[in-house]
């Protein structure tokens, strides 16, 4: 079964900074999208960063020149690095992952979407 493992939140103080990472493992094929959302207590779930297929990256605009993702290919791991935190960074992080590959209850082939556990990120003022 395909699993995404992330690490690296945790609380910190603004102007601070974190990494996370997350890595995949299981029968994938190919990655179509990786990256990360985050949400916040009361608010949606958003994108903060991700890779597309194409290699390029999209970033949300309240990140952008804060926060970097990259990615080791043969490791099917993603990284953001979090740099001049602030308060409303505070969120649970989540690693996507858009593949294809066999998954799925049936452990089927096909495409899907799946979703890391999530990992709390706290910034302090």
């Known amino acids: 079964q395909v699993q995404l493992v992330e690490s690296g939140g945790g609380l910190v103080q603004a102007g601070g900074s974190l990494r996370l990472s997350c890595a995949a493992s299981?029968?994938?094929?190919?990655?179509?999208?990786m990256g990360w959302y985050r949400q916040a207590p009361g608010k949606q779930r958003e994108l903060v960063a991700r890779?597309?297929?194409?290699?390029?990256?999209n970033y949300a605009g309240s990140v952008k020149g804060r926060f970097t993702i990259s990615r080791d290919n043969a490791k099917n791991t993603v990284y953001l690095q979090m740099n001049s935190l602030k308060p409303e960074d505070t969120a649970v992080y989540y690693c996507?992952?858009?593949?294809?590959?066999?998954?799925?209850?049936?452990?089927?082939?096909?495409?899907?979407?799946?979703w890391g556990q999530g990992t709390q990120v706290t910034v302090s003022s």
């Open positions: 996507s992952l858009d593949f294809s590959g066999v998954a799925g209850p049936d452990l089927s082939p096909g495409e899907y979407r799946y």
């Open positions: 890779f597309t297929s194409g290699g390029s990256t």
């Open positions: 299981g029968r994938i094929f190919s990655i179509n999208g």
